[in-house]
């Protein structure tokens, strides 16, 4: 049974960091592309960033590009998001997701967590 459980949403100020966690079960992890993608209140879902820990290759939206990085531990089956610079634009449901091939589009995605909440304000 495959699983994708988020952790480590909160509520943090603009400027701060925090960093996701997403712990994958029932599937090998260390062949799987790994992303994360988020939904803002009232908008559609954003694609964040994508990890294949297997080849060691990372990418990243353009709103997300140099504010926030993605790793994973094969010995932990976890994939994590640490997000810096935060700002209120960034508040949304961040979602962990993993499909077998390499996509850009959240619809081709097999296996999906239940979302964590992030919301930045003062």
């Known amino acids: 049974q495959v699983q994708l459980v988020e952790s480590g949403g909160g509520l943090v100020q603009p400027g701060g960091s925090l960093r996701l966690s997403c712990a994958a079960s029932g599937f090998t992890f260390s062949i799987y592309w790994m992303y994360w993608v988020r939904q803002a209140p009232g908008k559609g879902l954003e694609w964040v960033s994508a990890?294949?820990?297997?080849?060691?290759?990372?990418y990243y939206g353009d709103s997300v590009k140099n504010r926030f990085t993605i790793s994973s531990d094969n010995a932990k089956n976890t994939v994590y998001l640490q997000m810096s610079s935060l700002k209120p634009e960034d508040t949304a449901v961040y979602y962990c997701?993993?499909?077998?091939?390499?996509?850009?589009?959240?619809?081709?995605?097999?296996?999906w967590g239940q979302g964590t909440q992030v919301t930045v304000s003062s």
């Open positions: 997701a993993a499909s077998a091939l390499y996509s850009s589009n959240p619809d081709d995605y097999a296996y």
């Open positions: 990890i294949n820990a297997g080849v060691g290759s990372t």
